[in-house]
């Protein structure tokens, strides 16, 4: 496996008093755990100090961890180790409890997430049966910095932007989840954004999952055509790039490349004018892939953007004419 022999030896945990029994002379070994619970799932985890993790695990899983598998490994190949497990799991077809690494953070079932007063909100991996916003109720309300109001009303003034809204609002049609429900708590949407600003570039808007931008819209000099940097679940399958490319070419996209944003993210980045925006997400394939991307984001837990959220924005694009 990548080539690092891993070893694992096996324990029983319903069978055992306590996991610091087994580990009390050894609470500074380095290496690769698994834990096994009683419906089928596991979670891959690594640490250099396996009785403190392990007894962390067993309270927050103390009713379904039924055993765990534990094999040393050298403090500097962890990370790879523990990648190349998560990744052999998932070929095995057993769903994770993982939330970072995994394609597909806990698991291949539905999970809810929790938006406003409780309200459980289902995050399913197929697209057609995403959430809608009839059933659920609006996130929020959200405060606004007087820079992030500026921000709005700098971009509704300028030429532009009617077609920056009509594709921001195609985006959100297409992929996200109960787009109200989750506005602000899973996702994030701001306005004239720093993020790499420099003499002659800037951005128009950034849209986030998570940490993970999914869409910017940019500019060069004044006046040029906005160009619009969408991002999908990165796929291997020569068949699925395939289809990718002939979409990106009827769509006149600039560029399709594999962008890796950290060593965990790794996803397909398509590049087109503005105006191309709104039909190339409304291709089932494109829209599929930006959606598998953004659930598995969401799927992570809350939003560490929210406080750049820009509520006018998001509220002009999904509820103006």
Avoid at 32 to 44: C, T, V
Avoid at 47 to 69: G, I, P
């Amino acid at each position: 496996m990548t080539g690092i022999g891993l070893d694992f030896t096996r324990y029983e945990v319903n069978s055992l008093g306590s996991l610091s029994v087994i580990f009390e002379k050894a609470s500074i070994i380095s290496g690769i755990y698994r834990l096994d619970f009683s419906d089928g799932k596991a979670y891959i985890g690594q640490s250099v100090n396996l009785q403190s993790r392990l007894n962390t695990h067993r309270r927050k899983w103390a009713d379904r961890l039924v055993c765990f598998s534990f094999a040393p490994c050298p403090s500097d190949k962890l990370n790879e180790a523990e990648f190349a497990m998560i990744q052999r799991l998932e070929r095995e077809g057993i769903s994770l409890e993982n939330k970072l690494l995994a394609s597909r953070p806990q698991g291949a079932a539905n999970i809810f997430v929790t938006t406003k007063h409780g309200q459980p909100l289902p995050l399913p991996w197929e697209r057609e049966s995403r959430p809608d916003d009839a059933t659920w109720d609006p996130a929020g309300p959200f405060m606004m910095s007087a820079s992030q109001v500026r921000n709005f009303y700098r971009l509704a003034s300028e030429p532009e932007y009617p077609q920056v809204k009509e594709a921001l609002r195609a985006v959100l049609e297409e992929v996200m989840p109960a787009p109200r429900a989750t506005a602000g708590v899973l996702w994030t949407l701001t306005a004239l954004p720093s993020t790499a600003s420099i003499p002659g570039y800037r951005r128009l808007c950034t849209l986030n999952a998570g940490r993970l931008e999914i869409l910017y819209l940019s500019q060069g000099k004044l006046g040029q055509q906005p160009l619009a940097r969408l991002n999908l679940a990165s796929h291997s399958d020569r068949k699925t790039l395939g289809r990718l490319e002939h979409l990106a070419s009827r769509y006149g996209c600039h560029s399709m490349d594999f962008v890796r944003y950290s060593e965990q993210t790794l996803v397909l980045s398509l590049q087109c004018p503005l105006e191309s925006l709104a039909p190339l997400i409304k291709a089932p394939l494109v829209a599929d892939l930006v959606y598998e991307l953004v659930v598995r984001q969401m799927r992570m837990g809350m939003n560490p953007l929210r406080k750049h959220f820009n509520t006018l924005l998001f509220e002009d694009v999904w509820s103006g004419a």
